[in-house]
């Protein structure tokens, strides 16, 4: 069987093509009867836009650990953590499934750890899609989304979305079970 279907690519990455990533992903989820959206937002902004477009559905907002840029500081402002629960959706803050403890290991050693392995090889295809396979996972840890269903997962390459794809997720510890079944939207200039 034979399917066709349209990608939207950005000549550029970031925040300029948030609105039309979060279009692209609202179609597509809604035509495939998607309910549940995971979507990274560093400051706000992105995680905010997600919910209100995506109102009544299961939408977990997944933020920087806290202490990425400076130790002991969310980057996630309480304002905007408000109005984004206040919209129904939730904020997952956790460690990073390529990072956390392995990153401290490049750091002291000066090597590479197999998980920064991954996330440089999903790079390949764009900063978002490294972002979308580990916060689909960091979702899944946490119970947010199920792990036997197709997910809208959403990213950037850094501030604002540009990246959009549908994901079958899979916990960390099971990440080669994830299944990335369609690319929805990605910058084609990296």
Do not use: C, W
């Amino acid at each position: 069987m034979l399917t066709k279907k349209s990608i939207v690519y950005f000549s550029e990455p970031g925040e300029i093509n948030t609105d039309e990533t979060l279009k692209a992903a609202k179609e597509r989820a809604d035509e495939l009867g998607i309910r549940d959206i995971v979507v990274a937002s560093t400051r706000g902004p992105a995680g905010l836009k997600t919910v209100e477009m995506f109102k009544g559905h299961n939408v977990v907002v997944v933020t920087h650990v806290t202490g990425q840029k400076e130790p002991g500081v969310q980057e996630l402002s309480e304002e905007f953590a408000k109005k984004i629960e206040a919209g129904g959706g939730k904020i997952l803050t956790s460690g990073h499934a390529f990072s956390g403890v392995n990153r401290a290991i490049q750091k002291q050693f000066d090597t590479m750890y197999p998980a920064g392995i991954i996330a440089q090889t999903l790079r390949l295809f764009g900063q978002g899609m490294k972002v979308v396979v580990e916060i689909a996972a960091m979702a899944a840890d946490a119970g947010m989304i199920p792990a036997d269903k197709d997910v809208m997962v959403i990213a950037g390459s850094g501030k604002g979305s540009d990246t959009a794809v549908v994901i079958k997720p899979a916990n960390s510890h099971n990440l080669f079970d994830m299944v990335v079944k369609e690319i929805v939207a990605k910058p084609s200039k990296l």
